[in-house]
């Protein structure tokens, strides 16, 4: 369907800015149009649209009639004079497949149309198969990325609190227990900072392939630490006393009889040779550990993940922030050192409040499982190692991680100081997907990066698994809590 002309003001045309103005009230930013250029059929996003009416272009004329009583919109057919401008940045060119750079300008008068849908679908980078995320928002065409293109080299979610990150994340989850085993199966593990992937277990579609752990049930066999693991859970120790404990470690080794860290205290405490203030401190450090989150055996990071299912580390139980890293740290370090020797599937993992866990700067308790996160974000693609990294404060995320996130799905963000940050780590993003950033609705997304072409926005599809009560609104929380709270004092009275 033609949609209007291209138009010749002071600017453009030019190879990747056109103007065309239109009667159609149907049109809207961000949508896609069609149109020739010498190259082919060209491919552009309208940007912005602005209404033109030349009865009102002089605010003297306007003034003057409406003082002598007559009222313009009456006395003259300005409707017929009104005229919708649109904006338009061309993507590129879509000739037989092949997407070229547009260098030419269209001519003045040139047709403006609707694309065509299949067409743009190959011009944005959509599959026929593969994850479907959701649907291309004026278009409607569902949005189905290839595996490889939305996580190889790792995929960052971003957006203020309430904008849907952990509801879109659930559906690239489903996405990928829906996978069969010939289309290939990655094993997904996420680190659950709140307990709301728990969801998955109640639900009959997905149950079978979901396994919990919580972060009390997690244990780090101490046996498998180095002096420089333990360097890392204990920022402040200092170089002699990983020297010393690393001699005591080896000397705990070489009994080969399982150890905790009581023994480890143990052998630093008996220790005649050691240096006595260096035997104080590293008694104080140890001792700082939780014994609860360190075990003579621990759990098998490689039983954990299997292809084509999910893994959820709910640390919801776990109040400490230092913990929470000593465990993300331990358990990615194995799971990435495992996927180098292929000792487990290729993975994906989700992080949660990520910058939580990789601070930019140096807040100490938050940066203990930065390190290795930073590692897999730069190295993981070539050993099949993806990172999701979810966050809504995405100025306090690690910019080696963040940077490392090729592609990056955005959902609504007001602060400026964030907008900021992403423009500048996402080449993808203009002033005007900024301006449109601001105002997306709950579930919807700009989706820019490797996984597509250009960038698009989205409506994220719904999910096949229902959300647990986290994310219920307050009015049904509130009035569940009640129903339940008479429930019990009724079964109390019946009691009595
Ligand atoms: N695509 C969607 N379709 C329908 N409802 C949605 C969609 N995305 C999010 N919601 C609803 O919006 C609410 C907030 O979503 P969600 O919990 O995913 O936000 P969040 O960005 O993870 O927030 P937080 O930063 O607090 O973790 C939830 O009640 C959820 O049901
Ligand atoms: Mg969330």
């Known amino acids: 369907m033609t949609l209007g002309k291209i138009i010749a003001t002071k600017e453009t045309p030019t190879p990747t800015e056109i103007h065309f103005v239109t009667d159609k009230n149907n049109i809207d930013k961000n949508q896609y149009v069609e149109y020739s250029s010498p190259q082919g059929k060209s491919i552009g996003m309208v940007k912005d649209l602005h209404k033109t009416n030349r009865y009102f272009d002089s605010p003297e004329s306007i003034a003057q009639i409406e003082k002598t009583g007559v009222e313009v919109t009456e006395k003259f057919p300005t409707q017929e004079w009104e005229h919708t401008v649109g904006e338009v940045k061309t993507l590129g060119i879509y000739e037989d497949d092949f997407i070229e750079r547009p260098t030419k300008p269209p001519a003045p008068g040139t047709k403006v149309k609707e694309p065509v849908l299949e067409e743009l679908r190959d011009f944005l980078g959509f599959e026929d198969k593969g994850l479907e995320i959701g649907k291309l928002q004026h278009h409607g065409i569902p949005i189905k990325l290839s595996l490889t293109n939305l996580f190889q080299k790792h995929l960052a979610v971003l957006a203020q609190t309430g904008a849907g990150k952990t509801y879109t994340v659930s559906v690239l989850i489903e996405e990928l227990l829906e996978r069969q085993s010939n289309e290939g199966r990655v094993a997904s593990l ?22 919990v752990i919580s972060g009390e049930e997690f244990k780090i066999p101490v046996g498998s630490l180095s002096a420089s693991d333990f360097k890392i859970f204990i920022p402040g120790m200092r170089r002699p006393q990983e020297r010393e404990l690393s001699s005591i470690i080896d000397k705990l080794r070489s009994k080969e009889k399982p150890y905790d860290i009581q023994d480890i205290i143990e052998m630093v405490w008996k220790d005649k040779e050691m240096n006595e203030k260096t035997q104080r401190a590293l008694m104080r450090w140890l001792d700082g550990l939780s014994d609860d989150l360190f075990g003579k055996t621990g759990s098998n990071v490689k039983k954990l993940v299997n292809p084509g299912q999910l893994t959820i580390l709910d640390l919801s139980d776990l109040i400490d922030s230092k913990e929470r890293g000593i465990i993300t740290n331990y358990l990615s370090r194995r799971l990435f050192s495992s996927r180098r020797r292929k000792e487990v599937p290729p993975f994906v993992l989700f992080v949660e409040e990520a910058h939580n866990f990789a601070s930019e700067g140096d807040i100490s308790e938050n940066t203990i499982a930065k390190g290795i996160i930073e590692t897999i974000a730069r190295e993981g693609r070539k ?43 996402s080449e993808g993003i203009d002033e005007s997907s900024k301006d449109s950033i601001t105002t997306l609705r709950v579930g919807e997304a700009l989706l820019v990066g490797e996984a597509v072409s250009h960038p698009v926005f989205i409506k994220i599809r719904e999910r096949n698994s229902s959300e647990d009560e986290l994310g219920e609104d307050l009015e049904e929380q509130a009035r569940k809590y009640e129903e339940e709270d008479n429930r019990r004092s009724e079964d109390a009275e019946a009691f009595m």
């Open 383 to 425: 050993f099949g190692a993806s990172l999701c990294l979810i966050s809504q404060r995405p100025m306090r995320l690690s910019t080696t991680a963040l940077s490392q996130c090729n592609t990056q799905l955005i959902m609504r963000i007001t602060n400026p100081h964030d907008l900021e940050h992403i423009g500048r780590t």
């Open 190 to 211: 996420v680190i659950d900072v709140h307990g709301e992937y728990r969801s998955f277990e109640n639900s009959e579609r997905y149950r079978d392939k979901v396994k």
